[in-house]
């Protein structure tokens, strides 16, 4: 598919903005008054400012309210009404911090299972399309919480917990990779299937079906070279997980903190654009493009 700024943006700032939610609802940093304040600031500048760019990706942005009507069939419904009880009680947990130092501990917990539900429920977006089968995988979701929890650790300063599920997500991203190479073939989706011809024999394409493009072709076909996207990868992974745990062994800083920040908020952003470039839509097939 072609990627598109606006969904980049929602990924990655907020899978770490509601990451960052998930440990603050558990007390780490266990944190009050102007401290707070800022942890705060910053999660919800994040997971709010990602979900306001996914709203540019709307062919009709002043529906989007509507959204919030189709939970019981749409998982963007659900993401919707996750994010909006996990911010809402965050709030009230953050206030409590903030402005009394008291910690709600029970509305802490429900923010943070809150929090992660609204990372899965986006990456359900995309698990659930059977005509993205490099999507539709149980690795999707797991990746998408993996990189959640790690960054969220990171930027909460949790470094004994931030360095092994940076290792993990990166583990969990490489597995994501080999997965999804092999999706597609896996399954059964060819030319033959998509033009409904198989039953006559082999099919090619012939020529485009229009001379222009279209809506179908800017926005789900997208092809990358296998050199660039191998390049592409090795850079995700030493910005996303390599570099960071290096910048978290060294003695603490201030500038080494903000330095695995960036290079691991940098990593994931390339990581999201290989997921949208890569996503390998079916009806490429009959346009003969896969």
Partial sequence: MHPASSVIIFTTLSGLGFGLLFWLGLGMPAT???NAFIFFTIAYLLAVGGLMASTFHLGHPKRALKAFTQWQTSWLSREAWFSVFALLIMAVYGAGLVFFGT???TLGWLGAVLSLGTVLTTSMIYAQLKTVPRWHHWSTPLLFAALSLAGGALLAGQVTFAIP????AGVVQVSY???GDGQLRASGTTIETATGLGNIGKVRAFEPPHTGTNYLLREMVHVVGRKH?????LI????MV???ILFLLVPFGHIWAALAVLSHLIGVAVSRWLFFAQAEHVVGLYYGKR
């Fill in 32 to 34: 009050t008054g102007l």
């Fill in 103 to 105: 910690a709600l501990t």
């Fill in 165 to 168: 599920l940076l290792a993990i």
């Fill in 177 to 179: 990779w080999i997965i």
């Fill in 229 to 233: 996207a191998s390049t592409l990868r």
């Fill in 236 to 239: 995700s992974l030493v910005l």
């Fill in 242 to 244: 390599g570099l960071p």
